[in-house]
């Protein structure tokens, strides 16, 4: 059990942690934030490991990892 | 459930000005994730440079201190020498320490300042618009090489690790990269021992961080991470290239 939460508003859509995420469930948003980008989201929670390997090469501190 | 990754307190919630996938915004949070492990934010001051990270004073929530372009580790050096129980570091990027810098570093090393660096090394200028550094590759292409780093011209990259590690002041000096997540864990570890050298005394550290610079490299943040592993790390390998500790590394 474990959850990833996005900050929407400080992502910059550079799309690291969709590189990094090993089970392959980090997507871009349809919608775009406050600065224009569209944002990065987890849409299949269950999947989620708690791995936090997003966290950790998001140079913006958007996202928090609970485990 | 409990938390097992935020932001670090001695990182401010200030949204950074960093270009997308730019990994300024990772090495910011690992120094900051240093401070806080190491509980020092309170006595910590840092000093910002001239570059894309000159606006790293309203990152940190410790005390910030500008300098002149390059002239960090001289700043630095007057703060420590002036409040003696203070931890400082400075943090900059390669036109700053490697070019109009070069003197101030050197000679801080030299004189063996108990202070740490973070060395923020992406072979090129960043904030100006991408233009040639001294730490450009040998045919890289950049907006005063359009032909690529001519060696008969424009010389060769300065490996500042490897040069710094003759001089007899320094005390640490080690070479990491944030490409990729074992990477940014030793790279923590790492800027970890710079700041624990200092807070036991033990002289100049210096760390060089590889990173990259999507914007003006004109890639991908993805495509700029395999472009350093593939590129940037046969020029510039990682590893301690100096630990007075462990004798010359």
Known sequence: ?67 | MAKVFEKPHALSDVSMHYCPGCTHGIIHRLVAEVIDELGIEGRTIGVAPVGCSVFAYNYFECDMQEAAHGRAPAVATGIKRAVKDSIVFTYQGDGDLAAIGTAETVHAAARGENITIIFVNNAIYGMTGGQMAPTSLVGQVTQTTPYGRDTSTQGYPIRVCEMLSQVEGAAYLERVAVNNIPNIRKAKKAIKKAFQNQIDGKGFSLIEVLSICPTNWGMSPQESMKWLEENMMPVYPLGVYKDKEQGEA
């Open chain 1, 1 to 67: 059990m474990a959850k990833v939460t996005f900050n929407e508003q400080k992502c910059k859509g550079c799309g690291l942690c969709v590189s990094v995420c090993p089970k392959k469930i980090i997507s871009f948003a349809d919608n775009l934030n406050a600065k224009g980008f569209k944002p990065a989201q987890v849409v299949n929670m269950d999947e989620c490991i708690g791995c936090a390997s997003c966290a950790i090469i998001c140079p913006d501190c958007v996202i928090e990892v609970e485990r």
